[in-house]
């Protein structure tokens, strides 16, 4: 261990709702975490405007706000947070060594992994400009903006017949548009939505180009046998074309499932003792910012048992890693030194 190394009882990895609630209760419990929040910082949310079902705000949020909330009041109980990536980390031995990209060594007794995941999309003209606009990757959270329109639901899999599906609860028509001539959709699914008269599909189609103007008004669609090609009106697009969870670093680590996932098992646990998982890294089924703060929330609570199972309880010992040297070339907004005030701050208090 370097002496500049930090020595602290829980290493959070990631600053989304899962990160951030993780923080939140080990703080609470006297752990003083330290979060590396991963850069960007505040994860999916962070590209998101209106969140209209996450619990307490009647209104909605615009998803940076929330995420800005999560973050101070993590903060408010002491959570240290380094806006750094985890470019490295020995699991092999404890307590873990995590180095980050900025050149941070930590030494944790217990790391929590909510390194979240990322949708995967078209990257076809015209679709990252209408993000927020008309075109999304999750129906659960932006159906019910698009009640009566026509909608396009880009995929042929499981989750593109859950979303159009879904999505008939409030749009006129869901065109669904597969590149192929068959599904690869699961028997029961492909059946659901084949059989629901506001679902078509449009077969051999690759969308070219998401057409619009401040909102959608149609995609562009190439035919992919003749290579003609139409433009489809339609009112908002759903790239449902799956989800890419954020586990390079882990491979060949910690255990993964075929699609990537961290596997959990005795509810947060990984494969490797003290090491925990929460939110959208293990989750493919909910994917939500609820769901992944709820179970930031049940990985703090195991992290804190089992540390006290270890006879690892309390804050971890001060000297490196206390707050006075946690090193600011980590922090790229001042993050750092807001930490520390509030750790000063409810040390007055
Ligand atoms: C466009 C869009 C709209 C959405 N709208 C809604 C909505 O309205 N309501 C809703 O409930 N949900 C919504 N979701 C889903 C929701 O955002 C996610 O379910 C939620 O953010 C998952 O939280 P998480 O903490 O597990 O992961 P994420 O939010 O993905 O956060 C992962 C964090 O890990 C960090 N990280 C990654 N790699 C590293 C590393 N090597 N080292 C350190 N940190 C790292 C990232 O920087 C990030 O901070 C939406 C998602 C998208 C993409």
């Not at 330290?34 to 994860?43: H, L, Q, S």
């Not at 068959?182 to 077969?203: D, G």
């Not at 959608?216 to 190439?222: D, I, L, Q």
Request: proline residues 5%; contains cysteine; hydrophobic residues 40%.
């Amino acid at each position: 261990m370097k002496p500049s190394a930090m020595h602290t009882r829980v290493a959070i990895l990631g600053s989304g709702p899962a990160g951030l609630t993780a923080a939140l209760y080990t703080a609470r419990a006297n752990l003083r975490p330290i979060v590396i929040g991963g850069v960007p910082a505040g994860g999916q949310l962070m590209i998101t405007n209106e969140v209209e079902n996450y619990p307490g705000f009647p209104e909605g949020i615009q998803g940076p706000d929330l995420i800005d909330l999560f973050r101070k009041q993590a903060e408010r109980f002491g959570t240290r947070i380094l806006d750094d990536n985890v470019s490295r980390l020995d699991v092999t031995k404890r307590p873990f060594h995590l180095f980050t990209a900025g050149g941070t060594e930590i030494v944790a007794d217990a790391v929590i992994v909510a390194t979240g995941a990322q949708a995967k999309w078209l990257n076809v003209p015209g679709e990252e400009k209408l993000r927020g606009h008309g075109v999304s990757a999750c129906a659960t959270c932006d159906g019910f903006f698009f009640k009566g329109k026509e909608l396009i639901v880009a995929g042929g899999g499981d989750t593109a017949m859950e979303e159009a599906t879904f999505l008939t609860k409030f749009a006129s028509k869901v065109t669904v548009v597969h590149r192929r001539d068959t599904l690869r959709a699961s028997r029961i699914m492909s059946e659901r939505a084949r059989k629901n008269p506001k679902i078509h599909f449009l077969w051999n189609s690759a969308i070219e180009e998401v057409l619009g103007e401040g909102s959608v008004t149609g995609v562009r669609v190439r035919d992919t046998r003749t290579g003609e090609v139409r433009v489809v009106p339609c009112g908002g697009v759903f790239v449902a074309i799956g989800h890419e969870p954020t586990t390079a670093l882990f491979r060949g680590m910690l255990e993964l499932d075929a699609t990537g996932y961290l596997k959990t098992t005795e509810h947060t646990r990984t494969t490797v003792p003290g090491l925990f998982a929460a939110g959208d890294v293990q989750d493919h089924r909910y994917r939500q910012a609820v769901t992944a703060a709820g179970m930031g929330c049940m990985a703090a609570i195991d992290t804190e048992r089992w540390l006290a199972e270890e006879g690892l309880e309390g804050p971890a010992e001060e000297g490196a890693g206390s707050p006075a040297t946690v090193p600011e070339h980590g922090a790229s907004d001042g993050s750092i030194s807001r930490a520390k005030s509030a750790v000063a701050s409810e040390a007055k208090g």
